[in-house]
């Protein structure tokens, strides 16, 4: 069982910045593809940003392509989402997810098993 706790969500104005964390214990971290996604009151949950096992790779929704910077850190078992040039679009609980079922679904909530419980995310105009 992976566990996966995710802070640094808060209320920020139009344009500001945001970093969120997300760390785990598990002593296979470098196996797991780590994704972010997020969802919003009567939203499905969408996919926004994932790096690969090394960290050499990262992909994003185009919706935050150039705004938001995913990194990972395997030596201290943790993921960040830098958040920048926020917008009232971005307000969302977001989550933090571990996955090593099939790395070619790094876009969808199905290419991963494990889940953090969210952290919010409020932009206000």
């Known amino acids: 069982q992976v566990q996966l706790v995710e802070s640094g969500g808060g209320l920020v104005q139009t344009g500001g910045s945001l970093q969120l964390s997300c760390t785990t214990s598990?002593?296979?971290?470098?196996?797991?593809?780590m994704g972010w996604f997020r969802q919003a009151p009567g939203q499905e949950r969408e996919f926004v940003a994932t790096v690969t096992r090394s960290g050499r790779s990262a992909y994003y929704a185009d919706s935050v392509k150039g705004r938001f910077t995913v990194s990972r850190d395997n030596d201290k078992n943790s993921v960040s989402l830098q958040l920048s040039d926020l917008k009232p679009e971005d307000t969302a609980v977001y989550y933090c997810?571990?996955?090593?079922?099939?790395?070619?679904?790094?876009?969808?909530?199905?290419?991963?098993?494990?889940w953090g419980h969210g952290t919010q995310v409020t932009v206000s105009t």
């Open positions: 997810a571990a996955g090593d079922i099939n790395y070619s679904d790094y876009d969808s909530p199905r290419g991963y098993n494990y």
């Open positions: 598990t002593r296979a971290f470098n196996l797991y593809l």
